[in-house]
């Protein structure tokens, strides 16, 4: 009988349990899994693996729990205080499920089939962006464009060892970091020890997971706001979420924890019929309901959907800014490093 994934990933979190032989297999890939990690780390550290430094400062936003846990919103936000401090941040990724292989450049109306559905938001935002399954090719392309850039936020890149890098901010979400187990036992890309590398300066956690243990390291809250909604093949038709309080809605999230988005618009008094979809998945029309309710997505299911969204006046794009408490010290943590002395002397 083979084990499905949704029932190993319900054991990450005690959804579910294993029998005794399926959980002493996974054990046992775990283990192997962790000492391949191990090894890797221990080869960049002695130089036998290279890294690339790129001549400016590099953060990167990444998680350690497999799925999404709200880097995109992290990433985007630090990149506007950033900007708001008077640096001039570009953004790095890998483009997750393109289709095109290859260093590219992002631009704001560029097919997801091509970027990536996360790059296109940041060059909505009217940030430089590049993609490329090595970063530190990516980062030296986008350099090169745009000579003015000064500092780089690489977005799920904190397993990526060939780009050095200054500072690392880590985002869990509420299902915080699950039974602790390495994959496939569990849900960790990297062990819980990783959290004690220099480099990581804090820990963002969206929502109260059940989490004791936590390593004592600077930790900060975030809150999801949903700025004015929008209709999708209308921009500028925009209206307050809480206009939509007490409807019925259908929602659609194709994210790596759709529950999130959900309960945000519970949260906001709309009565949600939730449709769950892979993360990164590549909606089609035949995905979207039929029906005369509002349809909410987030914006990064939207970029997907934009190609066959004339005529359906009601699909509305939820956008969200991160709101962190307390609030990040990037000076702080710029300063720690010295990029921040480097920008005055400039």
């Known amino acids: 009988m ?10 990450w979190y005690g959804r579910s349990r294993l029998g005794l032989f399926w959980w002493y297999s996974l054990s ?5 899994y962790g000492v391949i990690i191990r090894l890797r780390r221990v080869l960049y550290r002695h130089g036998v693996l290279k890294q690339t430094r790129l001549p400016v400062p590099v953060i990167v936003v990444g998680n350690l729990i497999v799925g999404g846990a ?32 290859g260093v590219r450049a992002v631009g704001p109306d560029d097919s ?13 935002d009217g940030f430089p962006v590049y993609v490329g399954e ?4 990516a980062g030296l392309a986008l350099l090169r464009a745009n000579p ?26 509420q299902r915080g970091v699950g039974n602790g187990a390495l994959l496939p036992a569990g849900p960790l890309r990297e062990p819980l020890t990783r959290l004690n590398d220099g480099c990581v300066r804090g820990l963002i956690v969206q929502g109260k997971p059940d989490q004791q243990d ?24 925009a209206l307050p979420l809480k206009s939509l309080a007490g409807q019925a809605v259908v929602a659609l999230a194709g994210i790596g924890n759709p529950e999130r988005f959900f309960s945000m618009l519970r949260d906001h008094g709309l009565r949600v019929d939730g449709r769950s979809f892979p993360d990164h998945h590549e909606f089609q029309s035949g995905d979207m309901p039929v029906t005369s309710l509002p349809v909410l997505m987030t914006a990064k299911d939207a970029v997907k959907c934009r190609d066959f969204a004339a005529g359906h006046d009601n699909w509305y794009v ?14 702080d943590w710029l300063k720690s490093f010295g990029a921040a002395s480097a920008m005055e002397n400039r």
């Open 318 to 331: 939820v956008p969200v800014s991160a709101c962190f408490a307390p609030a990040l010290p990037l000076a």
């Open 112 to 124: 997801p089939r091509y970027v990536g559905d996360e790059p296109l938001l940041y060059a909505q």
């Open 28 to 32: 046992m890939l775990s283990w192997l």
């Open 214 to 237: 936590w390593p004592d390291i600077p930790r900060f809250g975030m809150t999801l706001i949903p700025d004015q909604i929008y209709r999708l093949n209308q921009p500028d038709h």
């Open 70 to 101: 709200g880097k995109t919103p992290v990433a985007r936000a630090m990149a506007h205080q950033l900007q708001g401090m008077g640096w001039h941040p570009g953004i790095i990724s890998r483009g997750y499920g393109r289709s095109v292989p």
């Open 2 to 11: 083979m084990l499905k994934p949704e029932t190993v990933e319900a054991s």
């Open 148 to 173: 003015g850039v000064d500092i780089l936020i690489a977005d799920d890149g904190l397993q990526h060892l060939a780009l050095a890098r200054d500072l690392e901010v880590v985002v869990f979400d």
């Open 134 to 137: 090595q970063r530190a090719a």
